[in-house]
C-alpha cells in the first residue's frame, strides 16, 4: 500500500500549487481520499477530502473558494489544486486514505510534500 504525495514547493502569496496523491496497493474507490497539512507548532488540520465513489468534498472553512480538490479513478490519483495561496497555508502536506469525509478513520497515510508560501 502506498500514498505519494507530491507537487509541494516554494510560491509566492497569491500564487498557486498543485498538490498530487498517487495511491497503490488498494482498491481506490472503496476509501476516500483527504488532504491534511500541519505547520510547525500546530496541530493537524484536514482541508479537503473527496469521496472516490461519490465524488462528494469537504474543505475547511480556511481554504474553500481557494483550494480544489479533484479525483481521478482512473489513474488513482487525487489532486489538489491551491490558488492564492497565503503565508498561513506553509505547512507540510500529507494525503490520507480512510472512511468519512471529513475523514473519520485513516487507514493510509502518504509522506509529507512541503508548501512554503512567502509574503
Known sequence: VQLQA???GLVQAGGSLRLSC???GFTFDEYNIGWFRQAPGKEREEVSCISSSE???YYADSVKGRFTISSDNAKNTVDLQMNTLKSEDTAVYYCAAGFGCPLRVM???GQGTQVTVSS
Open 6 to 8: 507530491s507537487g509541494g
Open 22 to 24: 498517487a495511491a497503490s
Open 55 to 57: 465524488g462528494s468534498t
Open 107 to 109: 487507514d493510509y497515510w
